[in-house]
């Protein structure tokens, strides 16, 4: 099934792998095809188009609470407070982490659910960066009154649902439905009651089936319900669809990336106008001169024309100059972490080295009575004891680095962490433009 214009491609977790849904919230999705890829990187075949990926519930941390405030706009500070006490503070460097969910509202107070989601890691997004993101709870309906249970990427989560979104969601810490599946989904419902988010018992457990074989079987569905204390059934998991309007969610290399296409899109709108401008005084000149008289008056007129125009380039050359940290890719810290990374002495199967922080500063200091450039990385990192051998092999393939050759290096010996007896290091790289 080919994408239609103005459809939209969904990449949605299902069980064994994503699946890749197209359609639009008038016409409805339909399933375009089935993977058993766990990671999205290695998914190919995704129809032309705008892409939106649903995160998996084990990529996401849900906090549910009462806001005693019906100002909409303080619900974001508050939802803050609410991961920041449940100890979920999301990475500073890694985009927009975190969201509010607003799923009813009196005139005395709020209910809303908080997230965070992990940074992504290697492979865990795929080759073309989505449009949109969302969570994968958001894009499924969960009914009200019954605790959802399906499998997401070969585990098992669920969810509980309001009439205005989900209310919770959380991936199971087995790997199989069972008594203490029941016991876990019970614990936090107690807790949704305590908070007074879930007044009433779920009326019974719906398990969503795929067709595949790891849909659960009825000796589960029996185990499930005696840990829970109420029945549980199976049906097959609804078509997704997507919310509108869709989470504010963004990380931190999908944000890098799109900074870096609009930059590029701002250098060729300024390079197409040049031409345009060349290629209109070459026309106007071919044309319009004549006769050698006109030609010689022609030529001293832009003479005269080409000695301002020399001015305007020679401002334009230094506003250049000056926006160069911004608009060059080799200035910009993602280029820069990808030269750092591909340095590392790490292989496939065993990480020696590992970042703790990394700094790029791109900043104008006047040296010798010049403007230019400095540059300077800022590498902290660490490593076992037993790879003490790799950090000044990491050192060596930084002063190799045909990407880093700019750089000079200072190397500090590593030091031994008191409290986690790691060996530390920092290396710190610096160059002039």
């Known amino acids: 099934m080919s994408a239609k214009k103005g459809d939209l491609n969904l990449m949605i977790p299902g069980a064994d792998g994503w699946e890749i849904w197209t359609g639009s919230a008038m016409s409805g999705y339909q399933q375009h095809s089935s993977t058993d ?13 705008p892409v939106a990926m649903a995160v998996p519930v084990r990529e996401v941390f849900a906090v549910p609470f009462r ?34 969910f607003v799923y009813a509202t009196t005139s005395e107070e709020t209910h809303l659910t908080a997230v965070v989601m992990n940074p992504p890691s290697e492979g865990k997004l795929p080759r073309k960066s989505p449009d949109q ?19 997401e990427l070969g585990r098992w989560v669920f969810g509980v649902g309001k009439p205005g979104g989900a209310l919770y969601f959380q991936c199971l810490s087995g790997e199989r439905l069972d008594l203490r ?21 779920p009326e019974g457990i719906i398990v969503w089936s795929h067709g595949s074989a790891s849909d659960a079987r009825p000796e589960e569905l029996e185990a499930l319900s005696r840990g829970l204390g109420i029945p549980a059934s199976s049906s097959p998991r609804p078509n ?26 701002n250098r060729n709108i ?12 070459v026309a106007y000149l071919f044309f319009d001169l004549k006769d050698t008289k006109m030609v010689a008056a022609k030529v001293k007129m832009n003479a005269d024309a080409v000695s301002a125009e020399a001015s305007l380039l020679d401002r334009h050359r230094s506003k250049w100059a000056e926006l160069r940290p911004v608009v060059e890719t080799d200035f910009h810290p993602l280029e820069l972490f990808l030269s750092s990374y591909r340095a590392l002495p790490n292989t496939k199967e065993d990480r020696y080295i590992r970042f703790k922080k990394l700094t790029f500063l791109n900043q ?50 590593e030091t031994i962490d008191k409290r986690s007896g790691k060996l530390t290091f920092t290396f710190v790289g610096n160059a002039t433009e």
């Open 37 to 49: 890829h766990m990671l999205a990187l290695d998914v190919t075949g995704i129809p032309s188009g």
């Open 240 to 265: 997704p669809t997507w919310p509108e309007p869709p989470s504010r969610l963004l990380p931190a290399d999908v944000r890098a990336e799109r900074l870096a296409v609009q930059g590029k899109r």
């Open 181 to 201: 599946a029941g016991n876990e989904i019970g614990l936090a419902l107690t807790q949704l009651r305590l908070q007074g988010l879930l007044t009433d018992i």
């Open 67 to 100: 806001a005693q405030t019906d100002d909409l706009s303080l619900l974001g500070d508050l939802a803050s407070m609410q991961l920041e006490k449940s100890g979920n503070r999301p990475a500073l460097d890694g985009g927009q982490l975190t969201d509010h």
């Open 133 to 151: 993101f969302d969570i994968s709870p958001r894009c499924l309906p969960l009914p009200e009154g019954r605790v959802v249970v399906w499998s």
């Open 270 to 281: 300024m390079i197409a106008a040049l031409a345009i401008v060349y290629l209109g005084v």
């Open 364 to 413: 104008f200091r006047e040296i010798e009575d010049e403007l230019r450039v400095a540059r300077e990385i800022v590498l902290e990192g660490f490593a076992d004891q037993e790879n003490q051998q790799q950090i000044p092999k990491y050192a060596g393939n930084l002063r190799q680095s045909s990407d880093l050759d700019d750089f000079e290096w200072a190397i500090q010996p």
